[in-house]
T-cell receptor
Framework: GENVEQHPSTLSVQEGDSAVIKCTYS??????FPWYKQELGKRPQLIID?????GEKKDQRIAVTLNKTAKHFSLHITETQPEDSAVYFC????????????FGSGTKLNVKP | GAVVSQHPSRVICKSGTSVKIECRSL??????MFWYRQFPKQSLMLMAT?????????EQGVEKDKFLINHASLTLSTLTVTSAHPEDSSFYIC??????????FGPGTRLTVL
């Protein structure tokens, strides 16, 4: 099955700085890569996603890049704010429609004011 | 749109009892729902894929007789933890998809087995 690895496990940045979280996946058939933000005790919330036919996607302060050849994708958060502090998970999914997500181990981001 | 609810949000039970958790898609029909388990400070681990009208598909290492899944309608899937033990204590989260790739997650159920 798919194996998703995520680094770093914790990340501490100063407010206003950028944060980068990286994930790798093992199955070249994976074609959908969402990123979720999860606050303590709450449900994961989708923040951005990318499909395998695209190399980069941006939504305001958040961007995701995908390198299919190397099988890795990254989350970039610019101008970080204290409210960005949470645990972020990457995931990979194989196939189209209703397919299983395999999650990375998570990154706890702490943005210091 | 695309709201998923779970009930109960928290449950405490005695060892040996069974606990049922409901997952509902409130404003869309979900032919497929997914059940995850999350231990403190860990990732979401996929337990099983719940298919409406058919048997669930379990991930390797997940005991199907321990975690019973029923997907009786297009808006409801249930997970029953049978003969629960303290090591089953965890955060259980369901998700459901619409016609696209995205999955929408329920708020989770925190199970504590004494």
């Amino acid at each position: 099955g798919e194996n998703v690895e995520q680094h770093p496990s914790t990340l501490s940045v100063q407010e206003g700085d950028s944060a980068v979280i990286k994930c790798t996946y093992s199955d070249s058939a994976s074609n959908y890569f969402p990123w979720y933000k999860q606050e303590l005790g709450k449900r994961p919330q989708l923040i951005i996603d990318i499909r395998s036919n695209v190399g980069e996607k941006k939504d305001q302060r958040i961007a995701v890049t995908l390198n299919k050849t190397a099988k890795h994708f990254s989350l970039h958060i610019t101008e970080t704010q204290p409210e960005d502090s949470a645990v972020y998970f990457c995931a990979a999914s194989i196939g189209d429609n209703f397919n299983k997500f395999y999650f990375g181990s998570g990154t706890k981001l702490n943005v210091k004011p | 749109g695309a709201v998923v609810s779970q009930h109960p949000s928290r449950v405490i039970c005695k060892s040996g009892t069974s606990v049922k958790i409901e997952c509902r898609s409130l404003d869309f029909q979900a032919t497929t729902m997914f059940w995850y388990r999350q231990f403190p400070k860990q990732s979401l681990m996929l337990m099983a894929t719940s298919n409406e009208g058919s048997k669930a598909t379990y991930e390797q290492g997940v005991e199907k007789d321990k975690f019973l899944i029923n997907h009786a309608s297009l808006t409801l899937s249930t997970l029953t933890v049978t003969s629960a033990h303290p090591e089953d204590s965890s955060f259980y989260i369901c998700s459901a998809g619409t016609s696209g790739d995205e999955q929408f997650f329920g708020p989770g159920t925190r199970l504590t087995v004494l």
